[in-house]
């Protein structure tokens, strides 16, 4: 059984049953089934599904909102938010898959030899592709797979237990993997798809800096410091977690830095007024103040927070105030772990030398954030940072544009932009060689040639009696109703090799799409997604 909780009160929400095994089997028999018919559909079709999909979650936004904050206690105003990004992954990936699809024409020299050979390299599926996404952004996390994987597969969801990954992975009918959440299950998932030979792809937890240096603009730094580390209330992979500030501005910016975090509203999530709701579990407040305790025990100063937060009718809630520690030894083990709430740690340094060094301190690499004007400090930030993204004044954020991931124990592989989408696509080299044409002997006269025997009634060895056709799959009829929706829709251009154009080196178009020239949506009750 699993179980939903609301973590503003403690109440359940819902109960659902895992998957039976029968049922599973199904599903993937299903998946299986679809991954060879999927890839015929023509692009046009696969985006007008997706365009679709996004006038659909626009359309359900306050449902699907108010469905996340009472299932994990984000803020409502946040998830509000996740919806409407969603919806513009969704957008993006129907806008610029044509161009990440494309088959790219490679010039090649072959002077030397009498052949002439054309050459191209071509983006096809994978297959069945397992993905195991986590809790703390419910719809983004699947969505930023979702899209690039419906525009160039297809998708479905599997309500299953965590036992119940490792036998869906070993099924053969999976291909691949890709999943995001704790170091211990990324670590379990990549060790099986690699005795399994699958190819996988992990996005795990992070211990970002926040680098804040003499040339900043304080108040902005300062103002983004508490919302780099409360976002999400806390729980977020790439939510800033150790402050790093230069001496000559340090004291100015821990008066306001503590501040700005006591002053925080922590409350009802559902209330438009509140900063920061509850975390998700029972678990995640005692794993805090375990780590709050360990910090103490290290030389830490708790400045403000570092305990449970009561609220009004929500004394069984998931609250932790918001948390500010400073002095901890930087070589001390709690310095080396994620914590995932609004807790922040406080580093005082005297270079960028020093900044540089500590903020590599870490066994994880997914983002940095660095407060500079100096162009030379950017310089050497972007190039000695061991992280997957580097952002300069401004918050790290995930972007549909931009490649996501990290290195070190944050995990390999990317996610977002053309990157991610190609990281479960197979690469494929494709070599056509134009060679003379034989010469033939010249045929014997009619008088001399053998007699043509007559076509034998039964099949011989050689001969296949004609087969019959497929029975149609669950996903084919499900295209085909949809597809009565948009009857007059314009084919995609062939993908012969023939017909190509060499890809030229401008950027993916980033614009805004243009919803006048989105097809008309078809009727809901119509609509299946899997």
């Given at each position: 059984?699993?179980?939903?909780?609301?973590?503003?009160?403690?109440?359940?929400?819902?109960?659902?049953?895992?998957?039976?095994?029968?049922?599973?089997?199904?599903?993937?028999?299903?998946?299986?089934?679809?991954?060879?018919?999927?890839?015929?559909?023509?692009?046009?079709?696969?985006?007008?599904?997706?365009?679709?999909?996004?006038?659909?979650?626009?359309?359900?936004?306050?449902?699907?909102?108010?469905?996340?904050?009472?299932?994990?206690?984000?803020?409502?105003?946040?998830?509000?938010?996740?919806?409407?990004?969603?919806?513009?992954?969704?957008?993006?990936?129907?806008?610029?898959?044509?161009?990440?699809?494309?088959?790219?024409?490679?010039?090649?020299?072959?002077?030397?030899?009498?052949?002439?050979k054309d050459c191209y390299v071509r983006y096809?599926?994978?297959?069945?592709?397992?993905?195991?996404?986590?809790?703390?952004?419910?719809?983004?996390?699947?969505?930023?797979?979702?899209?690039?994987?419906?525009?160039?597969?297809?998708?479905?969801?599997?309500?299953?237990?965590?036992?119940?990954?490792?036998?869906?992975?070993?099924?053969?009918?999976?291909?691949?993997?890709?999943?995001?959440?704790?170091?211990?299950?990324?670590?379990?998932?990549?060790?099986?798809?690699?005795?399994?030979?699958?190819?996988?792809?992990?996005?795990?937890?992070?211990?970002?800096?926040?680098?804040?240096?003499?040339?900043?603009?304080?108040?902005?730094?300062?103002?983004?410091?508490?919302?780099?580390?409360?976002?999400?209330n806390g729980q977020s992979c790439i939510a800033?977690?150790?402050?790093?500030?230069?001496?000559?501005?340090?004291?100015?910016?821990?008066?306001?830095?503590?501040?700005?975090?006591?002053?925080?509203?922590?409350?009802?999530?559902?209330?438009?007024?509140?900063?920061?709701?509850?975390?998700?579990?029972?678990?995640?407040?005692?794993?805090?103040?375990?780590?709050?305790?360990?910090?103490?025990?290290?030389?830490?100063?708790?400045?403000?927070?570092?305990?449970?937060?009561?609220?009004?009718?929500?004394?069984?809630?998931?609250?932790?105030?918001?948390?500010?520690?400073?002095?901890?030894?930087?070589?001390?083990?709690?310095?080396?772990?994620?914590?995932?709430?609004?807790?922040?740690?406080?580093?005082?340094?005297?270079?960028?030398?020093?900044?540089?060094?500590?903020?590599?301190?870490?066994?994880?690499?997914?983002?940095?954030?660095?407060?500079?004007?100096?162009?030379?400090?950017?310089?050497?930030?972007?190039?000695?940072?061991?992280?997957?993204?580097?952002?300069?004044?401004?918050?790290?954020?995930?972007?549909?544009?931009?490649?996501?991931?990290?290195?070190?124990?944050?995990?390999?592989?990317?996610?977002?932009?053309?990157?991610?989408?190609?990281?479960?696509?197979?690469?494929?080299?494709?070599?056509?060689?134009?060679?003379?044409?034989?010469?033939?002997?010249?045929?014997?006269?009619?008088?001399?040639?053998?007699?043509?025997?007559?076509?034998?009634?039964?099949?011989?060895?050689?001969?296949?009696?004609?087969?019959?056709?497929?029975?149609?799959?669950?996903?084919?009829?499900?295209?085909?109703?949809?597809?009565?929706?948009?009857?007059?829709?314009?084919?995609?251009?062939?993908?012969?090799?023939?017909?190509?154009?060499?890809?030229?080196?401008?950027?993916?178009?980033?614009?805004?799409?243009?919803?006048?020239?989105?097809?008309?949506?078809?009727?809901?009750?119509?609509?299946?997604?899997?």
């Amino acid at each position: 059984m699993i179980q939903s909780l609301n973590p503003a009160n403690g109440k359940l929400f819902r109960s659902f049953d895992p998957l039976t095994p029968e049922a599973l089997s199904a599903k993937l028999a299903l998946a299986a089934s679809a991954a060879k018919t999927y890839p015929k559909e023509t692009l046009d079709q696969r985006m007008f599904w997706m365009r679709r999909l996004a006038a659909l979650l626009e359309a359900d936004i306050e449902e699907l909102a108010v469905t996340m904050t009472s299932e994990m206690g984000k803020t409502l105003v946040s998830a509000r938010a996740e919806v409407s990004k969603c919806a513009a992954g969704c957008r993006y990936y129907a806008d610029n898959a044509a161009h990440i699809l494309a088959p790219e024409r490679v010039p090649t020299d072959h002077s030397d030899s009498l052949e002439q050979k054309d050459c191209y390299v071509r983006y096809d599926p994978l297959g069945v592709i397992l993905a195991v996404m986590p809790w703390n952004f419910p719809l983004w996390q699947v969505f930023r797979f979702l899209a690039p994987a419906l525009m160039a597969g297809v998708f479905q969801t599997l309500l299953i237990e965590a036992r119940q990954v490792e036998h869906v992975l070993n099924d053969p009918r999976v291909a691949a993997v890709t999943l995001t959440g704790s170091e211990a299950a990324g670590r379990a998932v990549a060790a099986q798809a690699g005795w399994l030979v699958k190819k996988s792809v992990l996005e795990l937890g992070g211990s970002d800096p926040f680098i804040v240096l003499p040339s900043a603009n304080l108040d902005v730094a300062i103002e983004n410091a508490i919302k780099a580390r409360c976002i999400n209330n806390g729980q977020s992979c790439i939510a800033a977690k150790r402050f790093i500030v230069h001496e000559s501005i340090y004291a100015e910016f821990e008066k306001r830095f503590v501040a700005g975090m006591a002053e925080l509203r922590v409350g009802d999530p559902m209330l438009e007024t509140t900063d920061l709701g509850p975390l998700a579990t029972p678990q995640a407040v005692e794993d805090l103040l375990q780590q709050v305790t360990q910090a103490r025990e290290s030389g830490g100063r708790v400045l403000t927070g570092g305990s449970r937060a009561f609220v009004e009718d929500g004394n069984l809630g998931n609250y932790f105030q918001p948390t500010v520690i400073a002095g901890v030894m930087p070589n001390a083990a709690i310095c080396q772990e994620e914590f995932f709430g609004p807790v922040a740690l406080l580093f005082r340094v005297a270079s960028l030398d020093e900044a540089i060094d500590l903020a590599n301190d870490t066994p994880f690499g997914l983002a940095a954030t660095a407060w500079t004007s100096d162009d030379a400090e950017r310089q050497r930030l972007a190039v000695e940072i061991q992280a997957g993204a580097v952002f300069f004044n401004t918050i790290v954020a995930s972007d549909n544009r931009l490649p996501f991931g990290g290195i070190k124990r944050s995990g390999y592989g990317r996610e977002l932009s053309a990157i991610g989408m190609r990281e479960f696509l197979n690469t494929k080299t494709v070599v056509v060689a134009e060679v003379p044409a034989p010469t033939h002997p010249t045929p014997p006269e009619a008088s001399e040639a053998e007699p043509i025997p007559e076509p034998s009634a039964e099949p011989t060895p050689d001969t296949v009696p004609d087969q019959p056709a497929d029975k149609p799959s669950e996903f084919q009829h499900i295209a085909d109703q949809l597809r009565k929706f948009d009857p007059n829709k314009p084919t995609s251009p062939s993908a012969d090799p023939a017909n190509l154009e060499p890809i030229q080196s401008e950027p993916i178009p980033t614009d805004p799409p243009n919803d006048d020239d989105t097809p008309p949506p078809p009727d809901d009750s119509m609509l299946h997604l899997r």
